[in-house]
């Protein structure tokens, strides 16, 4: 590499995790900006929840209680810039908790703050002119906890440009934070497509922490270990390339696989990545290791961002409740089902008897007999956690369900011999409604010490058609001849997550021989008979020719998605694993090979 590069390192991939995470980068990372991600969709509920019952709450408290109480001193020494969207709902007071730790340390840094994502307040609005839901198309809810606007990176580049040490934003898309920087560093402007992509993707492998790191590998055995497992770093180059390494004498691996997963995670279609502040194609992307731990990642390219924000509201959609039971013994599984059926047909007279109306929704799964597999799974166990989950619009249904449920441990299945932490508490279900603003509707603004100032960002779009319409996918092959049935895992890396209700679940080929098969069979017909028993809608498959990759995105898979969702795997973090299960031929000839694999 030549010329400025700036190292970018991210300590946080969600609110909870590890406390050694941002130690680790700032003192042994040799990191520029240290970055981080509070803010899943359901944490932004919990947030709205605290301030409405404390006006200086409503924020990621770990960002200033565990992140940068410790390090305040060594952040300001090394001149290290912080910028984590850790404000939530209220990132005014998070600035001032993290300003009275500055004031109490004696240490000097400026903090900025990023407003204009919380539309809270324009509920009324929204609803008097007919907004509905962007995927399912219901109505705007009664009543929302939020309302927030995913920012992007011009904000949070403007605020460095104004002198900031730190900044604060609410919510902003997850890669929002490392663009910013990139922007400020590299004086990338709104026309530069391919560097604003390619800063995207380096913002995006970093986002979630270690699982570019080893974290969540499929193939976890080359990890090591994950005792000390090392947090990302990204050092970027002007033109938007980047190496991805880790600090030394840590844990974890970076290898082509390892990288290539989390590029797949969660992004839909990847010639179309829809971001604030470009459009994504991410169908061309290349990487390849370059030393030890370190894959070099190029070919981003950019196309015009869209001329709206997506919005993400929370609101309260009844009550659920969970039972755990633990049966052993012949026929564990087919004695769990009946202990379910049994409670859910006891409690339903006792409703009926009540005028309390019926369940909204109930789910059984049975833990341990490959319920996830569908068809495809085994319940011969002899041991399981009988799982029964259900919905209702009152408490006091619940409290009946929770009652009721004990009872299991002496009167129904034998081998029964656990209650999974005592009587399940009921809880309030949050649902999410997405939908979308447009950009010139919602201003934005940078506040630094006393001074406010509105951000000038373009509202006016462009974006036409995914570059996806236009990629040339490698040619699916057929088998001839003799051939051998192998699991996708011998041939595929594999990383999968959600998106609302719908799952994603990207393969990507360990050889490029693979990949003509590999398109040949893994149809999006046999994806879809193999989520037959969880995937409602249709499913989608996008070619990653860069990689020897391809994304599929099943519909209506995850029984509404995130906390609305009854399922065990309520975020699709192990659909990857269920697809690598499934078996495909392949030529004879690659069995000894396969089989060493």
């Not at 940068?68 to 990132?91: C, E, F, H, T, W």
């Not at 929204?126 to 906890?145: C, D, H, L, N």
């Not at 934005?444 to 036409?464: I, R």
Request: proline residues 5%; hydrophobic residues 45%.
């Amino acid at each position: 590499m030549g010329g400025k590069t700036v190292r970018i390192g991210c300590g946080s991939g969600f609110w909870g995790d590890s406390a050694m995470a941002a130690p680790q980068l700032v003192h042994g990372g040799g990191i520029d900006y240290l970055v981080s991600d509070y803010l899943a969709e359901v944490t932004m509920s919990i947030l709205a929840k605290a301030r409405a019952k404390r006006p200086d709450a409503g924020y990621a408290t770990d960002f200033v209680t565990v992140t940068m109480a410790g390090l305040l001193r060594d952040i300001a020494r090394q001149g290290i810039k912080v910028v984590s969207n850790a404000g939530g709902i209220n990132p005014l007071a998070c600035r001032d908790a993290l300003q009275l730790l500055l004031d109490e340390a004696g240490v000097t840094l400026s903090i900025a703050v990023v407003l204009g994502d919380d539309l809270t307040g324009r509920a009324g609005e929204f609803r008097a002119a007919g907004v509905r839901e962007m995927f399912s198309g219901a109505a705007f809810p009664a009543e929302i906890m939020s309302a927030n606007a995913y920012l992007g990176g011009r904000p949070i580049a403007d605020a460095l440009d104004r002198g900031a040490d730190i900044v604060i934003t609410g919510r902003c898309v997850d890669s929002a934070v490392t663009l910013g920087p990139l922007m400020h560093e590299f004086g990338w402007r709104d026309g530069d497509l391919d560097q604003l992509a390619a800063g995207t993707l380096a913002g995006h492998i970093i986002e979630c922490g270690p699982q570019c790191t080893g974290g969540l590998f499929t193939d976890w055995r080359r990890v090591g270990g994950w005792e000390n497992i090392g947090y990302p770093i990204v050092e970027v180059e002007p033109d938007g390339g980047f190496i991805l390494s880790k600090p030394p004498e840590t844990d974890g691996l970076i290898c082509f696989g390892s990288v290539a997963e989390q590029l797949l995670y969660e992004i839909g279609d990847p010639g179309a990545y829809v971001c604030p502040d470009v459009t994504c194609d991410f169908t061309r992307v290349e990487m390849a290791e370059v030393g030890e731990n370190l894959v070099r990642v190029t070919g981003a390219r950019g196309l015009p961002p869209t001329a709206t924000y997506k919005v993400s509201a929370t609101y309260s959609d009844g009550y659920r409740n969970q039972a755990l039971l633990v049966i052993g013994g012949a026929e564990a599984a087919a004695k769990a089902r009946a202990t379910a059926e049994t409670v859910l047909a006891r409690t339903r007279k006792m409703f009926a008897a009540r005028n309390l109306g019926d369940y909204s929704e109930t789910r059984i799964e049975c833990v341990g007999a490959e319920a996830m597999f569908g068809a495809a799974g085994n319940d011969g166990s002899r041991e399981v956690v009988m799982k029964l989950a259900v919905r209702h619009d009152s408490m006091e249904a619940l409290n009946i369900f929770a009652r009721e449920f004990a009872p299991a441990g002496t009167s129904m299945a034998p081998g029964t011999m656990g209650f999974g932490g005592g009587r399940p508490s009921p809880g309030p279900v949050v649902g999410m409604f997405s939908f979308l603003v447009e950009k010139a509707a919602v201003p934005v603004s940078v506040v630094l010490g006393e001074q406010a100032f509105p951000c000038a960002l373009p509202t006016a779009g462009g974006f036409t058609v995914s570059a996806s319409e236009t990629t040339r996918a490698v040619p699916a092959q057929p088998v001839t001849g003799e051939t051998v049935s192998v699991p996708l895992i011998k041939l595929c890396y594999g990383r999968s997550g959600d998106k609302g209700d719908n799952a994603n679940v990207g393969l990507i080929a360990r050889r490029a021989e693979y990949l003509p098969v590999l398109r040949a069979q893994v149809t999006t017909d046999r994806v879809r008979a193999h989520f037959a028993h969880v995937c409602q809608g249709a499913v989608e498959r996008y070619d990653l020719p860069g990689i020897g990759g391809m994304n599929f995105v099943l519909h209506q898979a995850l029984g509404g998605g995130g906390m609305a969702s009854l399922h065990t795997d309520n975020l699709a973090k192990a659909y990857a694993q269920v697809l690598l299960a499934m078996e495909i031929e392949v030529p004879a000839a690659w069995a000894a090979e396969l089989a060493a694999a």
